[in-house]
């Protein structure tokens, strides 16, 4: 069924709504709370309910749906390796296993050569974790405080942002600092080259007085994705990687949003050709049509488990459907040019309308981004740049994004946001008609919060 053609059924509607409030528990929710929408179908950029409407993804999901929906090829990969082989342990060989990892160390950067498979990101960074404590014997490990790495136990110790809080029982030998962000800096930074500056030496001395011997790994978004769509500034991700060499720090990049097409890269490293030791992916590997996510293994670790056992494994790791999906995801993305439409829509688009958005509305305090990763980040006060809501806040105090967020679906746009911030995440293959069309819905709803800005 194409989405001109969908048909409406408010019965089924309400009936998958009032099983779904009877018996499902959602993720990070008060449970009596939520109306979670029914779904009834998608398509490329598009979903639509039971009541007829339809909406503009630009969240792509929870940033994951990189080729959009129900991509035929996609498809058609699953169905085909469901018939022949659904599923397999991961101890032996498999063919779709073989080229789903071949296809991917194909695209890593540097010698990211070998992988290893999981069912999603949080998993990878587990992983990616276990291996750098065990390569350097090491336990610590440094993150930001503006980031997030998953919801699994490390993962979520590792996670910066309020997520963290009613889980972090202060036992991870995790350690948080400050990443690079000129437009609040943690620096009082007054330049992108100063904060980069002061953000390196920050790290380095995180570093030498927590004891460089008793540090593992940096953890770090190449680019930071729900905390902030923060695009490192020049220099830094190269400068992190010479002080991990300088101290034997493991340095991993957590590329599970930033990965696979959504800055415009295939890797968001790529823009700045950073190699780092590990690099965790998930989501757009194939677009989240069947769970999956993975490390990527740089030579020097991988020869670490060459005669020493890896001390973890999981029953569905390199899931033979989930493979066949990044497969048929990797080439369907290589043959249509996914890649370069991201960079294009972002460049030609997305980025210049966004900036426009900025100069007519009060309410918007700074946007930035790459490829189809772009934040809108709202302020009550453009000279204090206060945000529309505070760091943290729940309940009532998120009001004025709940309002800005029911402006975009009243008017068929389906936003993404998160605390202050709206964050323009259409699938990689958005036209530039269709990121047109998000951008006007976005315009109206943000006269809409506008009138919340502090008069002047
Ligand atoms: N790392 C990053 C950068 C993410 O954005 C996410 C999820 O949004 C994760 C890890 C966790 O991935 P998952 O939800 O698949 O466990």
Redesign the pocket.
């Known amino acids: 069924m194409t989405a001109g053609t969908r048909a409406v059924d408010p019965r089924t509607g309400a009936a998958v709504k009032a099983a779904d409030r009877a018996h499902v528990f959602h993720s990070w929710s008060a449970q009596s709370l939520i109306d979670p929408l029914p779904v009834a179908g998608a398509e490329g950029a598009y979903f639509w309910d039971y009541d007829g409407n339809r909406y503009l993804d630009f969240s792509s999901q ?1 940033v994951n749906t990189n080729i959009g929906h129900q991509h035929p090829k996609v498809v058609a990969a699953i169905q085909e390796q469901a018939a022949r082989l659904c599923t397999v342990a991961p101890g032996f060989a498999v063919d779709v296993r073989s080229e789903a990892a071949r296809l991917i160390a194909e695209r890593t950067p540097g010698d990211l050569d070998k992988v290893f498979f999981t069912n ?4 990878a ?1 587990e992983h990616a974790v276990r291996m750098a404590r065990v390569h350097t014997g090491r336990a610590k490990v440094l993150s930001a405080y503006r980031s ?4 699994t136990a490390a ?1 979520i110790h590792l996670t910066g942002d309020p997520r963290r809080w009613a889980s972090d029982t202060g036992a991870a030998s995790v350690v948080h600092f400050w990443g690079p962000y000129a437009y609040r800096s943690a620096f009082h930074s007054r330049s992108e080259e100063e904060e980069c500056e002061r953000a390196l030496r920050h790290l380095e001395d995180v570093i030498v007085f927590e004891g460089p011997q008793t540090v593992a790994a940096v953890l770090l ?1 190449t680019v930071v ?2 905390a902030g769509i923060l695009v490192p500034p020049a220099g830094y991700l190269a400068g992190v990687r010479e002080i991990c060499d300088r101290y034997g720090v493991v340095f991993i990049l ?1 590329e ?2 930033a990965g696979f097409g959504r800055t415009g890269r295939w890797f968001a490293a790529d823009h700045w050709d950073v190699v780092p030791d590990l690099l ?1 992916f ?2 757009g590997v194939n677009s989240g049509y069947v769970p999956l ?1 993975g490390v990527a293994i740089s030579g020097a670790i991988a020869s670490t488990f060459d005669h020493v056992p890896y001390p973890g494994g999981l029953t569905y790791s390199g899931h033979p459907l989930a493979c066949a999906s990044a497969v048929a995801t990797l080439t369907a993305m290589a043959e249509e040019g996914v890649v370069e439409n991201a960079a294009s829509v972002g460049e030609r688009v997305l980025g210049p309308g966004l900036r426009a958005l900025a100069e007519r509305h009060p309410s918007v305090g700074e946007v930035r981004g790459l490829g189809v990763f772009w934040a809108v980040e709202l302020v009550v006060d453009r000279e204090t740049r206060e945000p529309l809501v505070p760091y943290g806040a729940t309940g009532s105090a998120t009001a004025p994004m709940a309002e800005f967020a029911a402006a975009c679906r009243k008017r068929g746009l389906w936003p993404f946001v998160h605390m202050n911030r709206t964050h323009v995440v259409p699938p990689c293959t958005v036209t530039a008609e269709e990121a047109a069309e998000g951008l006007a819905v976005l315009d109206e709803a943000l006269s809409v919060v506008d009138a919340h800005c502090r008069p002047r």
Not at 120 to 123: L, M, N, P, Q, R
Not at 148 to 151: K, M, P, R
Request: proline share 0%.
């Open positions: 929870l999603g990101g949080a998993e960074v997030y790495h998953g919801a993962a978004e994705g729900t957590d599970v949003m965790t998930a989501k996510g």
